[in-house]
């Protein structure tokens, strides 16, 4: 049985859609949609526009998980034209990550700023904490290489934290990737079918 059903993806609020960012993001989202997947994103511009656009294009269901601030000054909020099946409103912004982390049954992380770095250190902190029956990371790009290399060296990574993520250059790699994921749950499932699954 099927284990890996929604995809929530994570990345620049700020990316225009000339911005290079914004097509790799749209690209992956259609072609990881058109394999089956729901795509669950912020509901708001930049990636999460352009990867609800992409699963739109593939014939695909989009999630938004948003909420309506009165007091943030740097949140980008929720875009209209951000093409939503339905829209999950959350109370804040911390019940908004953590919703978007609990739909997901996997995450694809494209480049980002602040933001895209604390949602990111969160999946992978969870990711490690549920170490065996965790929801899988696809960290999208190269660069992450880089950025994992520092950390390995910055700070104190231990060795199951390298192992909930897999690093991912196009969308058919993000999709084998995935594969490779499930048939880990799969076999997981089978060996502890007496452990419940990691849910928020």
């Known amino acids: 049985m099927k284990k890996i059903k929604q995809i929530s993806y994570f990345g620049f609020a700020d990316a225009a859609q000339n911005d290079p960012l914004y097509k790799e993001a749209y690209e992956c989202a259609k072609y990881l949609t058109s394999k089956g997947y729901v795509c669950i994103n912020g509901g708001g511009p930049g990636i999460m526009k352009a990867v609800s656009e992409g699963a739109k294009a593939a014939g695909g269901t989009t999630i938004g998980v948003t909420f309506y601030p009165k007091d943030i000054t740097n949140y980008e909020g929720r875009d209209p034209s951000n093409p939503l099946d339905q829209e999950v409103k959350m109370a804040n912004y911390l019940e908004r990550t953590l919703k978007l982390l609990e739909l997901g049954d996997a995450y694809v992380i494209f480049r980002g700023g602040t933001g895209t770095i604390s949602e990111f250190g969160m999946a992978w902190g969870l990711a490690r904490l549920y ?54 749950l799969i076999s997981q499932n089978h060996a502890h079918s007496e452990e419940k699954p990691f849910q928020l």
């Open 131 to 184: 170490f065996g029956h965790h929801k899988p990371l696809i960290l999208y790009g190269e660069f992450w290489n880089e950025v994992i290399m520092s950390f390995q060296k910055n700070m104190r990574i231990r060795p199951e934290d390298t192992k909930v993520y897999k690093v991912a250059d196009s969308p058919e790699e993000a999709y084998e990737q995935i594969q490779i994921f499930e048939q880990a």
